[in-house]
Every structure is written in structure tokens, then in C-alpha cells.
């Protein structure tokens, strides 16, 4: 886990940018209501997630800066609608990329605060993706686009998440 979280933390602080950021301020008020909200939300993650870190032993694989901050510049888009579809597309996959660590019986499940923590925060970033959908969709994004959208950043994700490949073997429990 100690591997895994530097990833999920650099997640969580690049979608309280996201949120406040050059994003809000494209959308009306009302829109940009929500997505502060979601921000807030983010920022609450991003504090579990270090409150958790703390509690854990070093990292014993490093991040990549610069690979970072590559990975969270390419999500930023031209236009609000697919912006916001590319940040629920991220979203979308890490709640896939959470759903098996997080089962009933498997190592994150013998740790109960832990995984009450994350089964929470994995459910705060599925409403996320919903509410970010929805807001593209209105901007006239399509489902058909939001697809392929989903399927290129699970693959971006896991791309990037290959140092710890083998962490989340160990925490799927294989």
C-alpha cells in the first residue's frame, strides 16, 4: 500500500487543480458549484491519503516527477466538455483499478479501517465520475466519445502505474 498511495495521492491533489482551476472558471456558475464540491471532496481524499501515508513505511518504489506531470498534462483538453470527460475517464479507472483490492477476503479487507477509508473514497470518485459525465453530456459530449475516452485512460493509467505492478498484484491478493 505504501507503494501504491503516492500514486492515488498525485491523483487527488492534480484533480483539486483540475476542479479549481482554468475548469471552473469555463463553466456557469451552477456547474462550477458542483464542481467545487467535487474539489472539496478531492482535497478530503488527498488529506486520507496522507493521514494514511503517515501511518505506513516508506514508499520503497519512487514516482517520477516529470512522468507525473506529464500523465496529469495530457488530461487537460482545449474545450471544458472534454476536459471534464477526460477527468471522469481518470476517475472511472481508478475506481476499476480499485475495485479488486478493495474485495471482501482480500489483504486491504484485513486492515477494516483502511479499506472502509478507500471502499469511501472509491464511492465519493464514482459519484465524481457521474456528475463530471453529466456535465460534459450538457456541453454535448457524447456517450460514444466519453467510451473511447475511458478505454485510452485505463490504458494511460496502468501505463503509468507499472513500477507498482506488482504492489497491486499483492494487494488484489494473487
Not at 483539486?16 to 456557469?28: C, D, E, I, K, N
Not at 462550477?32 to 486520507?48: K, M, Y
Request: hydrophobic share 50%; with cysteine.
Amino acid at each position: 500500500m505504501a507503494d501504491v498511495l503516492p500514486y492515488l495521492a498525485c491523483g487527488e491533489e492534480s484533480a483539486v487543480y483540475a476542479f479549481t482551476g482554468r475548469l471552473q472558471s469555463a463553466l456557469p456558475a451552477d456547474a462550477a458549484q458542483v464542481l467545487q464540491r467535487i474539489a472539496d471532496d478531492e482535497q478530503g481524499h488527498a488529506n486520507l491519503i496522507a493521514a494514511i501515508q503517515a501511518e505506513l513505511p516508506a514508499a520503497g518504489i519512487s514516482i517520477s516527477p516529470l512522468r507525473l506531470a506529464q500523465f496529469f498534462r495530457r488530461i487537460e483538453a482545449a474545450t471544458p466538455a472534454e476536459h471534464l470527460a477526460r477527468v471522469a475517464a481518470l476517475d472511472w479507472a481508478v475506481c476499476k483499478l480499485l475495485q479488486p483490492l478493495l474485495r471482501i477476503g482480500g489483504p486491504v479487507s484485513q486492515a477494516p479501517l483502511l479499506h472502509s477509508a478507500m471502499c469511501d473514497l472509491r464511492q465519493d470518485e464514482a459519484r465524481h465520475v457521474r456528475l463530471a459525465r453529466g456535465l460534459a453530456q450538457q456541453m454535448g459530449f457524447s456517450a460514444t466519445q466519453q467510451t473511447a475516452i475511458n478505454l485510452d485512460m485505463q490504458q494511460r493509467l496502468q501505463r503509468l502505474m507499472q513500477p507498482v505492478h506488482a504492489a497491486l498484484q499483492r494487494l488484489r491478493g494473487q
